[in-house]
């Protein structure tokens, strides 16, 4: 519960009536909308919108704006769809996790066993098969997630959870681990010295990427991590 308290997400504008354009139905909808900030204590900062459909009883789930860098650009425009289940007051969502392969290049695969669900959606979700929150069986669909109809902003944390945090560079862990030395530097460093210092450390961290001819994120990794077992 730690690292998802860590996670704020703060609801910034509403628009009663409102458009958008669902590309499984392939026509433009109506229905509320409602825009939220995300300050993401692993990725950065993000802005979403959530789309409910005034005549179908589902929401829309879409990545307005996401951190920089190569994966998460591939995140942008990116939708999660919840829908009506059998089960009263919730909707469901197919459980599918992204990841990265050698080239920074993002592949979605829906999850067919419950061990392979990340331990923090098991932890803090609830979790069934496909055929009890629909009541139909579907080729290639097996566990979902089931969220209160209202409850926006669990819909979010589960698209942080299966789109973000399984492409992050680094883990949960490392960098609660990071925040906490941070935290114990911080009355030692001025306030107006610390933009300076994270200046020279990403000059630095370009060098040695270069010098290495790699990504300057898994530059920064391979930092992290060797500090962490010094």
Not at 20 to 27: A, E, I, N, V
Not at 202 to 207: D, R, S
């Amino acid at each position: 519960m730690q690292r998802l308290s860590q996670i704020k997400i703060t609801q910034v504008e509403e628009r009663p009536n409102d458009a958008w354009f669902d590309l499984s139905l392939r026509q433009l909808r109506e229905g509320k909308v409602r825009f939220y900030r995300v300050k993401d204590f692993l990725t950065g900062n993000w802005l979403f919108k959530v789309c409910s459909d005034k005549e179908l009883p589902k929401k829309m789930v879409k990545a307005v704006k996401c951190p920089p860098g190569r994966r998460f650009a591939q995140l942008e425009g990116n939708t999660m769809l919840f829908q009506k289940s059998k089960i009263e007051g919730q909707l469901y969502d197919v459980i599918s996790l992204t990841h990265a392969d050698e080239s920074d290049r993002l592949h979605r695969k829906i999850v067919n066993s419950l061990e392979k669900i990340p331990t923090t959606i098991r932890e803090h979700f609830r979790i069934v098969p496909y055929e009890e929150a629909t009541g139909k069986r579907a080729p290639g669909k097996h566990w979902v997630t089931l969220t209160q109809t209202k409850d926006e902003k669990s819909m979010i944390l589960l698209f942080m959870l299966e789109r973000a945090w399984t492409i992050s560079p680094i883990s949960p862990e490392e960098k609660i681990k990071i925040i906490s030395k941070r935290k114990k530097l911080e009355p030692l460093i001025p306030l107006y010295v610390r933009p300076k210092i994270e200046r020279e450390v990403h000059v630095k961290v370009k060098a040695h990427a270069h010098a290495n001819k790699t990504e300057v994120s898994n530059a920064y990794r391979s930092l992290i991590e060797s500090a962490l077992k010094s």
